[in-house]
């Protein structure tokens, strides 16, 4: 069953969107698993991707932002922030923290479930190209995979809270809104995005790489978006890749959220394929069946 979607986010999740770079960086500060030790926390990592059944983390330690932030090239100077320990991510640069956390952390999901038919080709295209360049069993977790498709599309990460969209992607690099704000639903009170959300964005920017801009969504917009709204035709665009992470994590992670998370992270899909105008034939915004969000037992 569909959840409710009466959001009015995604109308405005992707601004200055473009400029698709196939580019790959030097090698990484932080190696993908030298990434995960030093944001473990206890015994918990680095399963999960870091975030506990109530959507929040298990903490996150200085070291670890810092390692984050030097694997992104987070402006912390525009952020106004600096590497510092959390557990409730509550500021732009905490939530971008977390966001990527959540993306590069164990989703207990193969690489190949994640690139399996039915996925976007504009993702599966560039999965090959990670695969024999850097090389990754096929049974590896998925988010060794996320790890090297954002590392290899994003090389700096700044706040601009004057830009309309929530994100915005040019050249490698991730113009971050004021993301504390999801107005959610209209004419509530601000609210942060969810972690699950913004990872669902970092996603989306890292597909801009990938892919390049949307189109109108014109006829297409519905009830909750405007006609000129950033919309894509089909699947093979940001919103189609954003929407097939979510639909792996939440299918992956929905059994031990706390049910009201997991709906979340469907709505937050829901979102994505709002924006997708040709969607019928996409298992991803079609999936609905295969998610379980009945709560950890
Ligand atoms: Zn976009």
């Not at 473990?40 to 109530?54: K, Y």
């Not at 080709?121 to 090297?148: H, I, M, N, P």
């Not at 894509?232 to 929905?254: C, I, K």
Request: hydrophobic share 40%; charged share 20%; aromatic share 10%.
């Amino acid at each position: 069953m569909l959840p409710a979607i009466a959001l009015i986010i995604a109308a405005a999740p992707c601004g200055g969107c473009g400029d698709p770079s196939f580019q790959y960086h030097g090698p990484v500060k932080w190696p993908y698993e030298d990434l995960l030790a030093v944001c473990a926390t206890g015994d918990t990592v680095p399963d999960r991707s870091f975030l506990t059944p109530a959507g929040d983390l298990w903490g996150v330690a200085p070291e670890c932002a810092d390692a984050v932030g030097e694997t992104f090239e987070i402006d912390w100077d525009s952020f106004g922030e600096e590497p510092d320990s959390f557990t409730d991510a509550t500021t732009p640069a905490e939530l971008v923290v977390a966001g990527f956390l959540a993306v590069l952390g164990h989703q207990d999901i193969a690489v190949d479930e994640t690139t399996r038919d039915g996925a976007p080709e504009v993702l599966l295209t560039r999965f090959d190209d990670l695969q024999s360049k850097y090389g990754f069993a096929e049974s590896q977790d998925a988010g060794a995979l996320w790890y090297q498709l954002l590392t290899a599309e994003i090389d700096q990460v700044v706040y601009n809270p004057e830009i309309e969209a929530i994100m915005s992607y040019g050249a490698g690099r991730v113009n971050v809104g004021d993301i504390t704000d999801a107005l959610d639903p209209p004419g509530s009170p601000a609210q942060s995005f969810t972690i699950v959300e913004v990872a669902g964005f970092l996603i989306h920017e890292a597909a801009h790489g990938l892919h390049g801009g949307h189109i109108e969504c014109g006829e297409a917009a519905g009830p909750f978006l405007d006609e000129d709204s950033n919309c894509d035709a089909n699947a093979e665009g940001a919103y189609g890749v954003q929407a097939w992470w979510l639909y792996d994590w939440t299918r992956s992670n929905g059994k031990w959220l706390e049910e009201g998370v997991c709906w979340g992270s469907t709505r937050a899909l829901a979102d994505a394929c709002m924006c997708i105008i040709e969607r019928d034939d996409y298992e991803a915004c079609n999936g609905w069946d295969t998610i379980e969000c009945e709560g950890p037992e």
